[in-house]
């Protein structure tokens, strides 16, 4: 069964750019849909982005369309998510998930999740 793992999370001030990474172990996800959410403190986990598996179709939450941008990676990367102007309210856990089917912003149609990487955003 496929396994994913996020990293790239740090501390970051206010107006800077993050690049995090997906990498998948234990199975093939590369025809998976792939997406980005993320859960701040005290708040329910919100869609971020998603990209299909070929990775030609991208889709955005409105509070980070135009700044984010969502990319697939190679057979061992599920992908990546490129974060410019980060603001304090991107501040969250940042997950990795997967899914077989077409693109979605609903949490529990995917199967598939990492641990997550902390994304702080502070001057």
């Known amino acids: 069964q496929a396994r994913l793992e996020e990293s790239g999370g740090r501390l970051v001030q206010p107006g800077a750019s993050l690049n995090l990474s997906c990498v998948v172990s234990g199975g093939d996800i590369s025809t998976y849909t792939v997406a980005w959410f993320r859960q701040a403190p005290g708040k329910e986990r919100e869609f971020v982005a998603s990209t299909s598996s070929g990775g030609s179709t991208t889709f955005y939450a409105d509070s980070v369309k135009g700044r984010f941008t969502i990319a697939r990676g190679n057979a061992k990367s599920a992908g990546y998510l490129l974060m410019n102007n980060l603001q304090p309210e991107d501040a969250a856990t940042y997950f990795c998930?997967?899914?077989?089917?077409?693109?979605?912003?609903?949490?529990?149609?995917?199967?598939?999740w990492g641990q997550g990487t902390q994304v702080t955003v502070s001057s």
């Open positions: 998930a997967a899914r077989r089917l077409a693109m979605s912003s609903t949490t529990q149609r995917y199967a598939y």
